[in-house]
């Protein structure tokens, strides 16, 4: 794929090149003026030694590698050998298969709240546990770039939004007794007056918790 061809398939990118010619710096703006066929000056860090780009010249490269940081796609780029013209740029196809992905989840997520919606209020706060749940698993999957390596097995399932979260609660769940416990020990180690306070609410600190602070 050439440098042409692949500014058109991501007009959104902003584009950090390494080029036979040197490094070019192209904003989503400049990328769209030479495609349009206009010579644009690329910022190679420094707006004072910018450089004049032949469009045709730059935009006949073929694009080696792609890599994507958010809206900034790192390339690197090559001349054209008529043999390679059709050669799959490394990286392309993880990018994209994330991006599938993201709007798979995000359709699941979507669905899932509008689901929400249509329940008493009851209902949904005993299922705080749940919507937590979502809320993470939509958060942390939508981040480019954090499971690229998982996107084609979560592809191939039919909700994974829906997957992921149940399977994250039944990881998440069990007894937090032991949980409380211990978060009642740290809080009595970090302040001395912490028993005092929680006696004068009401919270009896569990006989593990005394024999804990007793043997300090």
């Not at 994330?98 to 009851?122: D, Q």
């Not at 084609?152 to 609660?169: C, G, S, V, Y």
Request: with cysteine; aromatic share 8%.
């Amino acid at each position: 794929m050439n440098v042409r061809e692949f500014i058109k398939k991501y007009p959104e990118n902003d584009f950090d090149m390494m080029t036979p010619g040197g490094f070019v710096y192209l904003t989503a703006e400049q990328a769209k003026e030479l495609l349009a066929g206009g010579n644009v000056k690329a910022d190679p860090c420094d707006p004072a030694y910018a450089i004049e780009l032949d469009a045709s010249l730059l935009l006949s490269e073929r694009v080696l590698t792609a890599k994507w940081k958010g809206r900034l796609c790192h390339m690197m780029t090559d001349y054209m050998q008529e043999s390679e013209e059709h050669k799959e740029v490394e990286g392309m196809e993880d990018h994209d298969r994330e991006k599938r992905l993201i709007i798979k989840l995000k359709a699941g997520y979507e669905t899932y709240i509008e689901g929400m919606m249509r329940k008493p209020v009851s209902e949904v706060i005993e299922m705080a546990p749940e919507i937590s749940a979502a809320k993470l698993i939509y958060e942390e999957m939508s981040v480019e770039g954090a499971f690229t390596e998982y996107a084609a097995k979560l592809l191939q399932m039919e909700n994974p939004f829906e997957t992921l979260r149940n399977r994250w609660l039944s990881e998440q769940g069990g007894d937090h007794h032991e949980e409380l416990d211990h978060l009642l020990w740290r809080m009595s180690e970090q302040d001395p007056t912490c028993n005092s306070v929680l006696n004068s609410e009401g919270i009896e600190t569990s006989p593990a918790v005394k024999q804990e602070v007793a043997m300090c």
